[in-house]
């Protein structure tokens, strides 16, 4: 039987190797390696832009800078993605995810803030949930916050357990993003191979050896 990741509506995509991958809406095509860029420093900022990653995750920045920024990222004919616990300025007042959505305008924010998923579901951005999951009461908690705040995706760290994101792919009807600690091409493989939708790095080498790679299935999440 084919894969199939996530059971909320959207459409079916098929890949080559019969992957079916059936998603909400939000985040959009993940490019044939389902790999996210993360900026975490502005100079890496073009070389994501340059990347044939279709994805950013963006991680820097503040509240003077961050509008250049999305428009640099959206102007390279991607999808960017703002984690608002980290853009200096912004703080965690509901009020700000309307700036965010009528003067900023990016594809969605991440969050590990249940408040802030709400209220960018409200003002029509994408949502990505982050989720530390650091022990099983963190996970137990992690999936009740993600079914109340109904998110696009949830992005779990660390990415390295197979078993973990195996159980939240299970247990969640949206996609799961595997994140942090993932340096090597094999754990790439792992997590995609665990059921992850997609994997966010932080490594600019591999975002371009990645990018590189004979292409196979190409995920979409609507």
């Known amino acids: 039987m084919p894969l199939i990741l996530g059971k909320q509506g959207g459409d079916t995509i098929e890949g080559t190797e019969e992957r079916r991958v059936t ?3 939000g985040i959009g095509n993940l490019g044939p390696r389902r790999i996210i860029a993360a900026v975490r420093h502005s100079e890496d900022l073009k070389l994501a832009c340059a990347s044939d990653l279709p994805v950013v995750f963006l991680l820097v920045g503040d509240l003077f800078t961050v509008q250049d920024y999305v428009k640099q990222v ?11 616990d980290f853009i200096a300025g912004l703080g965690s007042d509901p009020i700000i995810i309307k700036y965010l959505a009528e003067k900023v305008r990016p594809t969605g924010i ?3 803030k249940t408040h802030l998923i709400k209220h960018a579901k409200k003002n029509g951005l994408a949502a990505v949930q982050r989720l530390f999951l ?3 009461a963190a996970l137990e908690n992690g999936i009740a916050n993600v079914q109340q705040s109904g998110p696009d995706a949830v992005e779990i760290m660390p990415g390295l357990i197979p078993r973990v994101i195996t159980e939240v792919s299970e247990r969640l009807s949206v996609p799961v993003i ?15 191979q665990a059921g992850a939708a997609a994997v966010s790095m ?11 790679r004979p292409r196979t299935d190409e995920a979409v999440v609507r």
């Open 23 to 25: 998603m909400n809406k």
């Open 134 to 136: 650091i022990d099983s």
């Open 74 to 84: 959206i102007d390279s004919g991607k999808k960017v993605f703002l984690h608002v």
């Open 110 to 112: 991440i969050s590990t």
């Open 178 to 192: 595997a994140g942090g600690l993932i340096h090597h091409h094999e754990e790439i493989e792992t997590a995609l």
């Open 202 to 212: 932080g490594s600019r080498a591999l975002w371009v050896k990645e990018a590189k």
